[in-house]
């Protein structure tokens, strides 16, 4: 992080912030009580609703680049296997000694709910002044943001924070509240664009001139009604998989929903973009030669994109950019250049110096530089469809949608061999042997790889077989843009097959959890004061299927079903240790 933030970003949740750089001088509850006095009004223009939603759309998901690593790189895009930290030290964050090293500065940014503030008067006023498709939007937006947030702490603060409320407590709702009231909020914001169907310069005037002027590749909607359908719509499919387990028929009922009348996106939706201008914020955070070397690339992510022969790993990363030594003797472990090397999550890190410990590890590679950073990616939804269809039979072929979505991947980066690709039935090996994990800087963090799946698809497999597939290539397709839905998948189903951090720098918050099932929601900072003030109605909202709530990093989610039907089991037969642990149980 080499560059100071000159201005406060939008306050989101409880304890959130949305922008990184320096501490600020503000207490939370300070800046919450600020915002709250000063929107919590009444607007008297629609030009002022119309330039907040400009806001709201712009800073809904952050690509600004220290936002985008203290809400991504140095959290969920770790756990979710993409990348790792390489480094204990930044300069205008707090130490990160490791993954799970609790409190830190970066985990409350995680999830982030809103922008409230810029979506408050769209919401409450936009329809006085005749433009209910306004308030639709605010819903969509707020929906998205707030699936996003639940599923990564669990309860939150759904009714308040869009009010604006700055007196404590807070009432929070549960993670099941929270997606009854999205599910309201979608239906209303659909129903209410497919009555009003507004026209193309009504929707100009919030996703602004760019696009129209020629002046961008891509903006949001592109000034259309059905593409903010198609996004709502896709927002409740996501959410239908985070139903599957604890309520399969509203789930099968959401995805049918989603699927049926304008249905959902067919391409990238998400902030404006210019092909060629527009950095992607992961790679400036990565990059060495053109950013801060911040993130390396994760050695889940390394292994299995080296187990699938997946030929997108060259486009992703870099090879090690210097020699690898090893820690303790010094000796040579890797010539520049010669492998894609990746870092486990967890693993202790130490002050950033150039060319030592894990600086050489692989880097984001220059044809990610480019590459859009939308809300949603056509991959997803291809994976999306497939999911669907595996678990309900809609939203076409599973098969189908699974292939297509690993097309698109392919498609982004202009990669061949995608043919190939899909044909694997068995992961590849060198001279009659898995390739495992290897950390060249410290051995003992080496571990053996957990893919064990092929890529072509067989409808003689079984589903739980068939879901692992679609959830690992959904996984690989996304990248760099799936952290949060990935994490979620992992969380819900275990797939994909992540390493864990290793054992001596598991969760050091209390209560902790077994380092195989790994981290399942980020607390709420408890120095904070204004968490303090809320502890209570976060803990009971947090209470899910009979277990107490306790904000810990190992409360059960409501996305994983009753435990009484899916319990947390783990095989501690070491002979099939790279099958993973815990074992998944889906159907």
Not at 71 to 97: C, I, M, W
Not at 170 to 196: F, G, P, R, W
Not at 264 to 291: C, N, R
Request: a negative charge; glycine letters at 8%.
């Amino acid at each position: 992080m080499n560059k100071l933030i000159q201005s406060l970003g939008t306050v989101l949740l409880a304890g959130t912030l949305f922008s990184c750089g320096p501490k600020q001088e503000l207490k939370m509850w300070q800046i919450d009580i600020v915002q709250g006095e000063e929107n919590a009004t009444e607007v008297t223009t629609l030009e002022t609703i119309i330039g907040e939603l400009q806001t709201a759309l712009s800073n809904a998901v952050t690509s600004a680049q220290h936002a985008y690593q203290y809400e991504n790189t140095n959290t969920v895009d770790v756990f979710a296997g993409y990348l790792a930290v390489n480094r204990s030290t930044f300069q205008y964050g707090g130490p990160l000694p490791f993954t799970y090293s609790w409190p830190n500065d970066y985990y409350p940014s995680a999830g982030s709910i809103g922008p409230t503030d810029a979506l408050y008067h769209a919401y409450t006023q936009a329809e006085s002044f005749g433009k209910p498709e306004y308030k639709a939007i605010a819903q969509i937006v707020y929906g998205m943001t707030a699936l996003r947030a639940t599923n990564v702490k669990g309860a939150i603060s759904y009714v308040d924070s869009r009010n604006l409320k700055s007196s404590r407590p807070l009432a929070y709702q549960s993670q099941q509240e929270v997606y009854d009231m999205i599910l309201s909020d979608l239906n209303e914001a659909i129903a209410t664009l497919e009555q009003v169907q507004p026209d193309a310069a009504t929707l100009q005037a919030i996703e602004g001139e760019k696009l129209a002027q020629g002046e961008a590749t891509a903006a949001y909607s592109g000034y259309s009604w059905q593409n903010w359908v198609k996004l709502a719509n896709t927002i409740k499919l996501r959410l239908a998989m985070c139903l599957a387990k604890p309520n399969p028929t509203l789930a099968q009922q959401v995805a049918t929903e989603a699927l049926s009348g304008i249905g959902v996106l067919d391409d990238d939706f998400g902030a404006t973009w210019v092909q060629g201008t527009t950095v992607h914020p992961v790679y400036s955070i990565s990059s060495t030669k053109e950013g801060w070397a911040d993130c390396r690339m994760n050695a889940s992510i390394e292994n299995a994109m080296k187990r699938f022969a997946n030929p997108l790993i060259g486009s992703y990363f870099t090879t090690n950019s210097g020699q690898i030594n090893d820690k303790t003797t010094g000796a040579s472990m890797l010539a520049a250049g010669k492998d894609y090397v990746g870092i486990r999550q967890g693993v202790t890190m130490e002050p950033k110096s150039a060319g030592v410990g894990y600086y050489n590890f692989s880097e984001v590679n220059t044809p990610v530089k480019f590459i859009r950073c939308p809300w949603v990616c056509k991959e997803e939804v291809f994976f999306l469809k497939a999911e669907a269809a595996l678990r309900w039979g809609v939203g076409g072929s599973a098969q189908q949608n699974y292939e297509d979505g690993i097309r698109a991947s392919f498609s982004r980066y202009g990669v061949s061999g995608v043919d190939e690709y899909l044909a694997r039935t068995e992961i590849e090996r060198i001279n009659g042997k898995n390739i495992d994990y290897i950390d060249y800087y410290v051995n003992s963090n080496s571990c053996d790889g957990r893919i064990a799946i092929g890529v072509k698809w067989d409808e003689s497999e079984s589903n739980e077989t068939k879901l692992e597939k679609i959830l690992t290539q959904k996984w690989i397709a996304m990248f760099p843009n799936g952290g949060y839905e990935a994490w979620t998948d992992f969380r819900r189903t275990g797939y994909p097959r992540l390493f864990p951090v290793p054992e001596q720098n598991k969760w050091t918050g209390t209560p902790t959890f077994p380092v195989e099932l790994q981290l399942r929601r980020v607390p709420y900072n408890e120095s904070d004061e204004n968490v303090l003030i809320d502890i209570p109605n976060i803990e009971a909202a947090l209470t899910v299927f009979g277990v107490s709530g306790f904000n810990g990093g190992g409360m059960r989610m409501y996305f994983e079903g009753d435990p009484a039907q899916y319990p947390w089991t783990y095989d501690e037969d070491e002979s099939v240790y790279s099958y993973g642990w815990p074992i998944p149980k889906n159907f």
